[in-house]
Nanobody, 121 residues
Framework: QVQLEESGGGLVQAGGSLRLSCAASGLAFNSYYWGWFRQAPGKEREFVGG??????SYADSVKGRFTFSRDNAKNTVYLQMNSLKPEDTAVYYCAARLGGNWNLPSDYRYWGQGTQVTVSS
């Protein structure tokens, strides 16, 4: 059974930082591309960015502020978020895909349950 478990969300003031983790089990971790999405109330799910074995992709809205990393020994991907803004407030999801496009949610096969990030002004 495949499981993706996010953690690390919370409440932070604008300008602060958070690091989200996504621990995966039940799949061949290194075979997948890993993406992060977010969804704010009343809005569609939005691509934040992602990483493969040797590639990364970032949404323009987070470039220079967010950084992805991975620990293959722990089957975990991370999203380091710096200089957070109130508009970054959303539920953040990690997801895994084998092929397709970075920014299409429908191309991702597995999803975590999401973790809430709230940035106060």
């Amino acid at each position: 059974q495949v499981q993706l478990e996010e953690s690390g969300g919370g409440l932070v003031q604008a300008g602060g930082s958070l690091r989200l983790s996504c621990a995966a089990s039940g799949l061949a971790f290194n075979s997948y591309y890993w993406g992060w999405f977010r969804q704010a109330p009343g809005k569609e799910r939005e691509f934040v960015g992602g990483m493969g074995w040797s590639s990364t992709s970032y949404a323009d809205s987070v470039k220079g502020r967010f950084t992805f990393s991975r620990d293959n020994a722990k089957n975990t991907v991370y999203l380091q978020m710096n200089s957070l803004k109130p508009e970054d407030t959303a539920v953040y999801y990690c997801a895994a895909r084998l092929g397709g496009n970075w920014n299409l949610p429908s191309d991702y096969r597995y999803w975590g349950q999401g973790t809430q990030v709230t940035v106060s002004s």
